[in-house]
């Protein structure tokens, strides 16, 4: 394990934390020992990189009881960009807004690497030392997780390890440590991290933008693909109610239909498919405008991350698109064949002159799923898009 890890050369690695609010004293004590407690442990077990963990603090105002949490990840990516930090963690005092759970004490993007962390449920409603120390440890604990979510690590079912899933409060004190082939993938992690990055190469400034992109995406499909995986874009038709409800509705409008049936089933397989692959790349690039899900540099040169972030995201919305569009070419296959009798097709489909075969009926799939999709973007369209950004950003609620 050792000579493993010595095996690398020492890279720095910037670990940045924003902290939002103005926080009571105890809070902001609790913080302070959590980092360093963070800061101490990588220093000890992945010596082979110089760790920086840089503070910013703000003074703005929760927006209420609760924060949305894609508003902090913003913030964060932003201060990520501009000083060049590796990660970034925010922390916020306000309550953070849960779409999946009853509450959530932190959130992950691994396609930004940014993660938020709330103070509010931990343990310092006290000034008692000892309350300190078990905020303190929560915050290190919940840190650590975090790092190790946005290195891609797996959860695992040891208490004691960082990388178990807190169920209750409590839990983040029992959490301590990272196992050795934990610590083994995060050192290869960092190591990726710690390179040189794209843009501080010397011809880099040089590069076109599509070229860029191109690099990046040779250099960092890891990355690119972890991010996308992590973001789940296969659960797309079950949280995103409007979209999905929007394209059934035109699904259940047009199978009822023989017109549709008759054009359907006449049209070449070849159109069809033309016509499916059309229909997903102009709703995902109108989602993805839409819902201003890509980041812009303006007149700032491009950067490494920005493009993994950009690549990631659309590469999410079109899965996600693919997704929806497989689930209802095989929700209309499967109501044509179970209830529509080839008879009464024979006749709504009187122009095929013919007996109606598997092929009919996989093309007529694809044209009304088609037809489904490009209905379900409008519906996508009216998301919020607080709420379609928390579905294509962020990882996991902790």
Same mark, same amino acid.
Request: proline fraction near 4%; glycine fraction near 6%; hydrophobic fraction near 45%.
């Given at each position: 394990?050792?000579?493993?890890?010595?095996?690398?050369?020492?890279?720095?690695?910037?670990?940045?934390?924003?902290?939002?609010?103005?926080?009571?004293?105890?809070?902001?004590?609790?913080?302070? *020992?959590?980092?360093?407690?963070?800061l101490q442990y990588l220093q000890q077990h992945f010596p082979q990189f110089e760790w920086r963990m840089p503070?910013?603090?703000?003074?703005? *105002?929760?927006?209420?009881?609760?924060?949305?949490?894609?508003?902090?990840?913003?913030?964060?990516?932003?201060?990520?960009?501009?000083?060049?930090?590796?990660?970034?963690?925010?922390?916020?005092?306000?309550?953070? @807004?849960?779409?999946?759970?009853?509450?959530?004490?932190?959130?992950?993007?691994?396609?930004?690497?940014?993660?938020?962390?709330?103070?509010?449920?931990?343990?310092?409603?006290?000034?008692?030392?000892?309350?300190?120390?078990?905020?303190?440890?929560?915050?290190?604990?919940?840190?650590?997780?975090?790092?190790?979510?946005?290195?891609?690590?797996?959860?695992?079912?040891?208490?004691?390890?960082?990388?178990?899933?807190?169920?209750?409060?409590?839990?983040?004190?029992?959490?301590?440590?990272?196992?050795?082939?934990?610590?083994?993938?995060?050192?290869?992690?960092?190591?990726?991290?710690?390179?040189?990055?794209?843009?501080?190469?010397?011809?880099?400034?040089?590069?076109?933008?599509?070229?860029?992109?191109?690099?990046?995406?040779?250099?960092?499909?890891?990355?690119?693909?972890?991010?996308?995986?992590?973001?789940?874009?296969?659960?797309?038709?079950?949280?995103l109610s409007r979209l999905t409800a929007a394209a059934i509705s035109t699904l259940l409008v047009l199978i009822?239909?023989?017109?549709?049936?008759?054009?359907?089933?006449?049209?070449?397989?070849?159109?069809?498919?033309?016509?499916?692959?059309?229909?997903?790349?102009?709703?995902?690039?109108?989602?993805?405008?839409?819902?201003?899900?890509?980041?812009?540099?303006? @007149?700032?040169?491009?950067?490494? *991350?920005?493009?993994?972030?950009?690549?990631?995201?659309?590469?999410?919305?079109?899965?996600?698109?693919?997704?929806?569009?497989?689930?209802?070419?095989?929700?209309?296959?499967?109501?044509?064949?179970?209830?529509?009798?080839?008879?009464?097709?024979?006749?709504?489909?009187?122009?095929?002159?013919?007996?109606?075969?598997?092929?009919?009926?996989?093309?007529?799939?694809?044209?009304?799923?088609?037809?489904?999709?490009?209905?379900?973007?409008?519906?996508?369209s009216f998301e919020g898009q607080r709420y379609f950004r928390h579905v294509t950003y962020v990882d996991e609620?902790?």
């Amino acid at each position: 394990m050792a000579s493993n890890l010595q095996s690398y050369s020492l890279n720095t690695i910037e670990l940045g934390w924003l902290i939002i609010n103005e926080m009571e004293s105890v809070e902001e004590i609790s913080i302070s *020992q959590g980092r360093a407690q963070m800061l101490q442990y990588l220093q000890q077990h992945f010596p082979q990189f110089e760790w920086r963990m840089p503070v910013i603090k703000r003074t703005e *105002q929760p927006h209420g009881t609760l924060e949305a949490p894609t508003d902090l990840l913003q913030k964060g990516e932003h201060e990520r960009e501009i000083r060049r930090w590796d990660y970034a963690f925010v922390v916020t005092r306000a309550d953070l @807004k849960s779409y999946y759970k009853p509450f959530a004490l932190a959130i992950p993007s691994r396609a930004i690497n940014v993660a938020v962390l709330s103070t509010a449920r931990l343990a310092f409603h006290s000034t008692d030392d000892i309350n300190n120390t078990v905020m303190s440890q929560q915050i290190f604990a919940l840190g650590m997780h975090l790092l190790g979510d946005l290195n891609d690590l797996p959860h695992r079912d040891d208490p004691k390890g960082f990388m178990y899933s807190p169920h209750i409060i409590r839990d983040l004190e029992r959490m301590t440590s990272y196992s050795e082939k934990e610590q083994a993938q995060l050192a290869e992690a960092f190591a990726e991290v710690g390179d040189i990055r794209l843009e501080e190469q010397s011809q880099a400034g040089k590069t076109r933008p599509w070229l860029f992109y191109l690099k990046v995406l040779g250099r960092s499909r890891g990355d690119i693909a972890s991010a996308v995986i992590q973001a789940k874009p296969w659960q797309f038709p079950f949280r995103l109610s409007r979209l999905t409800a929007a394209a059934i509705s035109t699904l259940l409008v047009l199978i009822i239909t023989a017109e549709v049936w008759e054009l359907g089933m006449s049209q070449p397989p070849l159109l069809v498919t033309g016509l499916s692959l059309l229909a997903l790349t102009g709703t995902s690039l109108f989602i993805l405008k839409r819902q201003q899900l890509l980041l812009h540099r303006g @007149k700032r040169a491009l950067t490494e *991350q920005t493009v993994i972030t950009n690549l990631a995201i659309t590469m999410v919305v079109v899965l996600g698109m693919t997704t929806t569009y497989l689930v209802l070419f095989l929700l209309v296959l499967l109501l044509g064949k179970i209830f529509y009798n080839p008879l009464l097709l024979q006749g709504w489909a009187a122009s095929l002159e013919g007996h109606i075969y598997l092929r009919h009926y996989l093309v007529l799939s694809g044209f009304i799923a088609s037809l489904g999709i490009m209905m379900g973007s409008l519906g996508a369209s009216f998301e919020g898009q607080r709420y379609f950004r928390h579905v294509t950003y962020v990882d996991e609620e902790i």
